[in-house]
């Protein structure tokens, strides 16, 4: 069965919607507190070690209410179901979107159990050593060659794992970029390395390329049948990876009812698993999969990736906000927002409706950040006083992984102070000086969760694929495929072709043409 599709904007609730944002426009966020000191326990959900706060938003009752009808006008309820019951809700690319099912503990598929056990054993010879490179010296570095969906989520976990790590220490080579390439290998030795190449595709040009630098490079000091030792692969594309030389029992697979962006939970995070242990990736999985289960069977009300993409639609539809931020309180999650960045935007930047029509209303959304406190010194002034308005999410942990109390409690006196000075600015004070005037009325959600833990990871990064999930399904798009990224892939095949021959005249665009010229020019 097809996903519902319903126009948002022709639904009664978005119609009211409309009306209650006229009424609602300018009503302050910090008068609404003083009329009912209440708002911030009726607006929160308490959910296993997280505590979500959405009552610092420029919401009542009424568009909450309204909220929750415009999904199930649309047919939310629906949707999520389909989703999980497998049906080929990716239409245009014919595939069923399953990434929960790589942590549905309840009922694993037999080949994601098989799959699992795969890199559980393999992973284990890697840390204990027992997995041998070519002068039968242990692994002490592994380096993940793949892009997109195969880079920002491995990379973004051991990064935020780092807590959680072992010996082994993770690379990542994804950038085309020549000089990044050299720069890495010239740090890693052959003999002790080990490189994964993540493409589920197998005909990505970047990864192709860079693992054919690789290779190349390995055989300066290795032989041919060293190969095998240092070299595995994770495609979906058992055929193109052995033939680019990487031995059967060296291939982990991926399926096709995994989008590359979602991947990370399946043999994608292979490095992950290398690097933190297979407990704690499947702490991960489990982490991710109670979330599922919360999304699924919770009530609109109390569910959390509900309520937040509810949230961003009232801004991005309503008040037409043209992004917004995410800011993790936890240099851990330093690669967060690149990683969400490709997971929403990818998703969600489409201008065609289900039905095959230009929507005439605003799609996905433009995430950007960083981590705390280092963006209060960035680009804070612009969230404070700039006329943009920017919903923003604050991610915050109470109890730090290491034992320096005192500058956690320096780091969470921030978070909490940022939210308040964006909400309540400098209301009902007495400023004379126009330069030090905070409108406040900015709004924010707290998401504040115990600990950074395998589990907690799981669990937040699973909420902002539901909650992208939402969005799509209100917006009347595909959110799974991603024929953004093709033409521009086509074109460079042109473009390099006429770099390689020196024949700039066969570019169709004269601007293109002059630049390549240049470009030949420059370089000789
Ligand atoms: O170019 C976009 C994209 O197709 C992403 O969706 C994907 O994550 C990335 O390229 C890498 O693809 P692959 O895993 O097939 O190499």
């Given at each position: 069965?097809?996903?519902?599709?319903?126009?948002?904007?022709?639904?009664?609730?978005?119609?009211?919607?409309?009306?209650?944002?006229?009424?609602?426009?300018?009503?302050?966020?910090?008068?609404?507190?003083?009329?009912?000191?209440?708002?911030?326990?009726?607006?929160?959900?308490?959910?296993?070690?997280?505590?979500?706060?959405?009552?610092?938003?420029?919401?009542?009752?009424?568009?909450?209410?309204?909220?929750?009808?415009?999904?199930?006008?649309?047919?939310?309820?629906?949707?999520?179901?389909?989703?999980?019951?497998?049906?080929?809700?990716?239409?245009?690319?014919?595939?069923?979107?399953?990434?929960?099912?790589?942590?549905?503990?309840?009922?694993?598929?037999?080949?994601?159990?098989?799959?699992?056990?795969?890199?559980?054993?393999?992973?284990?010879?890697?840390?204990?050593?027992?997995?041998?490179?070519?002068?039968?010296?242990?692994?002490?570095?592994?380096?993940?060659?793949?892009?997109?969906?195969?880079?920002?989520?491995?990379?973004?976990?051991?990064?935020?794992?780092?807590?959680?790590?072992?010996?082994?220490?993770?690379?990542?080579?994804?950038?085309?970029?020549?000089?990044?390439?050299?720069?890495?290998?010239?740090?890693?030795?052959?003999?002790?390395?080990?490189?994964?190449?993540?493409?589920?595709?197998?005909?990505?040009?970047?990864?192709?390329?860079?693992?054919?630098?690789?290779?190349?490079?390995?055989?300066?000091?290795?032989?041919?049948?060293?190969?095998?030792?240092?070299?595995?692969?994770?495609?979906?594309?058992?055929?193109?990876?052995?033939?680019?030389?990487?031995?059967?029992?060296?291939?982990?697979?991926?399926?096709?009812?995994?989008?590359?962006?979602?991947?990370?939970?399946?043999?994608?995070?292979?490095?992950?698993?290398?690097?933190?242990?297979?407990?704690?990736?499947?702490?991960?999985?489990?982490?991710?999969?109670?979330?599922?289960?919360?999304?699924?069977?919770?009530?609109?009300?109390?569910?959390?990736?509900?309520?937040?993409?509810?949230?961003?639609?009232?801004?991005?539809?309503?008040?037409?906000?043209?992004?917004?931020?995410?800011?993790?309180?936890?240099?851990?999650?330093?690669?967060?927002?690149?990683?969400?960045?490709?997971?929403?935007m990818e998703s969600n930047g489409k201008s065609v409706d289900r039905n095959g029509e230009k929507v005439n209303y605003q799609t996905g959304t433009i995430v950007w950040g960083n981590v705390g406190s280092n963006s209060q010194h960035a680009y804070f002034q612009l969230l404070h006083q700039g006329t943009k308005l920017i919903p923003t999410d604050f991610i915050g942990f109470s109890e730090p992984l290491h034992d320096n109390i005192e500058n956690h409690n320096i780091l969470m006196a921030n978070f909490f102070a940022q939210t308040e000075a964006l909400c309540e600015g400098t209301y009902n004070k007495k400023v004379e000086n126009p330069f030090k005037y905070f409108e406040g009325n900015k709004p924010t959600n707290t998401i504040l969760i115990k600990k950074l833990t395998p589990k907690n990871l799981g669990s937040l990064i699973a909420l902002y694929e539901h909650k992208l999930f939402v969005q799509g399904i209100i917006w009347n798009i595909f959110?799974?495929?991603?024929?953004?990224?093709?033409?521009?892939?086509?074109?460079?095949?042109?473009?390099?072709?006429?770099?390689?021959?020196?024949?700039?005249?066969?570019?169709?665009?004269?601007?293109?043409?002059?630049?390549?010229?240049?470009?030949?020019?420059?370089?000789?």
């Amino acid at each position: 069965m097809s996903l519902p599709s319903i126009n948002p904007t022709k639904t009664e609730a978005w119609k009211a919607l409309e009306k209650h944002f006229q009424q609602i426009e300018s009503q302050e966020m910090q008068q609404v507190f003083l009329e009912n000191p209440n708002r911030a326990e009726r607006f929160k959900i308490e959910w296993q070690d997280f505590y979500v706060d959405y009552s610092k938003n420029r919401i009542t009752e009424k568009t909450i209410s309204l909220l929750f009808k415009l999904a199930e006008e649309v047919k939310l309820k629906e949707a999520i179901t389909q989703q999980f019951s497998g049906e080929k809700i990716n239409e245009t690319e014919n595939r069923a979107v399953l990434h929960t099912a790589l942590r549905d503990f309840d009922n694993m598929k037999p080949e994601v159990k098989a799959a699992l056990q795969k890199i559980k054993l393999f992973s284990e010879k890697i840390i204990s050593g027992n997995h041998k490179g070519y002068t039968g010296k242990a692994i002490t570095d592994i380096v993940n060659i793949g892009i997109g969906g195969s880079h920002l989520g491995p990379e973004m976990v051991t990064e935020a794992l780092q807590f959680y790590r072992n010996h082994i220490k993770i690379h990542f080579i994804a950038n085309i970029d020549g000089d990044d390439v050299t720069e890495k290998l010239n740090k890693l030795n052959p003999e002790t390395t080990l490189f994964i190449v993540v493409s589920k595709s197998f005909t990505t040009q970047e990864t192709i390329a860079n693992a054919s630098v690789v290779r190349e490079w390995f055989l300066k000091k290795g032989a041919e049948n060293d190969i095998q030792k240092h070299f595995v692969a994770v495609s979906a594309n058992e055929k193109g990876a052995k033939e680019f030389g990487i031995s059967e029992d060296n291939i982990f697979p991926m399926q096709d009812w995994v989008g590359g962006r979602f991947s990370l939970w399946s043999s994608v995070g292979l490095s992950v698993c290398c690097a933190v242990g297979f407990k704690n990736f499947e702490e991960l999985l489990k982490g991710a999969f109670e979330m599922d289960n919360h999304f699924k069977k919770e009530d609109f009300e109390k569910n959390i990736p509900v309520v937040l993409a509810l949230l961003s639609i009232w801004y991005n539809n309503f008040f037409k906000a043209e992004s917004e931020a995410v800011v993790a309180y936890s240099q851990y999650l330093n690669k967060l927002v690149p990683y969400l960045q490709q997971a929403v935007m990818e998703s969600n930047g489409k201008s065609v409706d289900r039905n095959g029509e230009k929507v005439n209303y605003q799609t996905g959304t433009i995430v950007w950040g960083n981590v705390g406190s280092n963006s209060q010194h960035a680009y804070f002034q612009l969230l404070h006083q700039g006329t943009k308005l920017i919903p923003t999410d604050f991610i915050g942990f109470s109890e730090p992984l290491h034992d320096n109390i005192e500058n956690h409690n320096i780091l969470m006196a921030n978070f909490f102070a940022q939210t308040e000075a964006l909400c309540e600015g400098t209301y009902n004070k007495k400023v004379e000086n126009p330069f030090k005037y905070f409108e406040g009325n900015k709004p924010t959600n707290t998401i504040l969760i115990k600990k950074l833990t395998p589990k907690n990871l799981g669990s937040l990064i699973a909420l902002y694929e539901h909650k992208l999930f939402v969005q799509g399904i209100i917006w009347n798009i595909f959110s799974f495929d991603q024929w953004g990224v093709e033409l521009g892939k086509t074109i460079a095949k042109g473009t390099l072709a006429t770099i390689e021959k020196r024949e700039p005249s066969a570019i169709v665009s004269a601007s293109t043409q002059q630049l390549i010229n240049k470009f030949l020019e420059l370089k000789s």
